[in-house]
């Protein structure tokens, strides 16, 4: 590995120290990410990226030490973007229309980031902190899903006796499979009728 200064150091842990190193190492971080979802984590190397955002090797080792270390970065952007969005409030107030909106906001979440997601998988094989990323992608979806159980539960909307923990988390595991065959796997499938019937599924298993 590269040596390095005090002040590449510095912005490593701390962050670029001026607005221009931010710029730069966003480009960095946009441009591995173009490489990435080309030519796989695997098959990527610096000099790639370095290539693909037009810098120097040292512009790279003064933001990263590692092709694994600008990964994560890639991946922790992915996951923000993706938790920014399923976190925005279900527009309808029925139930089937909430069902609706919550799968179709999940399909819209996972479609433009299917490869790094896929990346992120293949990747945590050999990662633990993959690994739970991968995890951390879910995490917010099922938790809002077991949410919306229990208050239909306290409501006597929905089944009493309805594990809301393990049903959102199967739930949850159907559409993030879905969208993997979908999207990563290319599997072809009719978006309208595909969200019709997963809001079906939903619907018919917690009511």
């Known amino acids: 590995m590269p040596g390095h200064t005090a002040v590449q150091q510095t912005r490593r842990d701390e962050g670029p120290l001026t607005d221009r190193g931010s710029q730069r190492k966003r480009a960095l971080i946009e441009a591995a990410r173009r490489v990435f979802e080309g030519k796989g984590f695997i098959d990527a190397t610096v000099r790639d990226i ?3 955002a037009d810098v120097s090797h040292g512009t790279f080792y003064t933001y990263f030490d590692t092709k694994e270390a600008i990964f994560k970065a890639v991946c922790d952007a ?3 973007d993706m ?18 909106d919550s799968v179709r906001r999940y399909v819209d979440a996972y479609r433009p980031h299917a490869k ?19 995890l951390d992608v879910r995490k917010a979806f099922v938790q809002r899903t077991r949410r ?5 539960k306290a409501r006597g909307l929905a089944d009493p006796e309805l594990d809301a923990e393990y049903t959102a988390e199967s739930l949850g595991a159907m559409l993030e499979y879905i969208c993997y ?3 990563s796997l290319e599997h072809p499938f009719e978006e309208d009728r595909l969200v019709a019937a997963l809001s079906t599924v939903w619907e018919k298993t917690i009511s």
């Open 50 to 52: 370095t290539v693909e």
């Open 78 to 80: 992915v996951v923000d």
């Open 83 to 100: 938790l920014a969005s399923l976190a925005v409030p279900v527009a309808s107030r029925d139930f089937p229309g909430r069902v609706r």
């Open 116 to 134: 790094i997601i896929g990346l992120m998988e293949q990747v945590g094989t050999f990662s633990a902190e993959m690994r739970q990323m991968r």
């Open 148 to 152: 919306g159980i229990e208050s239909m």
């Open 181 to 183: 065959m979908w999207f």
